[in-house]
T-cell receptor
Framework: DAGVIQSPRHEVTEMGQEVTLRCKPISGHNSLFWYRQTMMRGLELLIYFNNNVPIDDSGMPEDRFSAKMPNASFSTLKIQPSEPRDSAVYFC?????????????FGPGTRLLVL | SQKIEQNSEALNIQEGKTATLTCNYTNYSPAYLQWYRQDPGRGPVFLLLIRENEKEKRKERLKVTFDTTLKQSLFHITASQPADSATYLCALGSNYGQNFVFGPGTRLSVLP
């Protein structure tokens, strides 16, 4: 299995532009998580899907952020409009969630820089 | 609000010694606790899980303890090696991924 796939790996954009991050979870996993990691705030959970349905989006910072999971093999995180403070590494993780405490498998991350 | 602390931002130890990392939490009653390893430029990788009704778990050179009274987990790496140098994150969760929260991490450096 290729593991969790994220694209792009690096993104540089200018303030005000729309940014779309993509994630392909591990086949057969029914839960998907989006995280943001910065030096100041560490690893923060943004949103969590189970069977393609958003379960907890309380970590989404504001209306500029939106996430979708149209099917079991694809998810997007969109920032519109982007701001310099959105610069961070964004991770996608998936989990089979067959058990109550299932582990998460992380992708390599997308390093976003907003100028 | 929930708070997770990990003993120190960075920890340096000599090769061959035992590294002990601490994870403390407040305002939370987790069903389980996990430890992850993160190398620079990569995503976290799962190492060990311990449930609220378990006191200790071992895997090769790794050992985790969980004290729900003290609200603390200890993570030990015995016979440490330079290859163990990484950032170690603890994470707490309720059942089925609810309320899943990571600690800030401890950067471990094992010196040859």
């Amino acid at each position: 299995d290729a593991g969790v796939i994220q694209s792009p790996r690096h993104e540089v954009t200018e303030m005000g532009q729309e940014v779309t991050l993509r994630c392909k979870p591990i086949s057969g996993h029914n839960s998907l998580f989006w995280y943001r990691q910065t030096m100041m705030r560490g690893l923060e959970l943004l949103i969590y899907f189970n069977n393609n349905v958003p379960i907890d989006d309380s970590g989404m910072p504001e209306d500029r952020f939106s996430a979708k999971m149209p099917n079991a093999s694809f998810s997007t995180l969109k920032i519109q409009p982007s701001e310099p403070r959105d610069s961070a590494v964004y991770f996608c993780a998936s989990s089979p969630m067959d058990r109550a405490e299932e582990t998460q498998y992380f992708g390599p991350g997308t390093r976003l820089l907003v100028l | 609000s929930q708070k997770i602390e990990q003993n120190s931002e960075a920890l340096n130890i000599q090769e061959g010694k035992t590294a002990t990392l601490t994870c403390n939490y407040t305002n939370y009653s987790p069903a389980y606790l996990q430890w992850y390893r993160q190398d620079p430029g990569r995503g976290p990788v799962f190492l060990l899980l311990i449930r609220e009704n378990e006191k200790e778990k071992r895997k090769e050179r790794l050992k985790v303890t969980f004290d729900t009274t003290l609200k603390q987990s200890l993570f030990h790496i015995t016979a440490s090696q330079p290859a163990d140098s990484a950032t170690y994150l603890c994470a707490l969760g309720s059942n089925y991924g609810q309320n899943f929260v990571f600690g800030p991490g401890t950067r471990l450096s094992v010196l040859p």
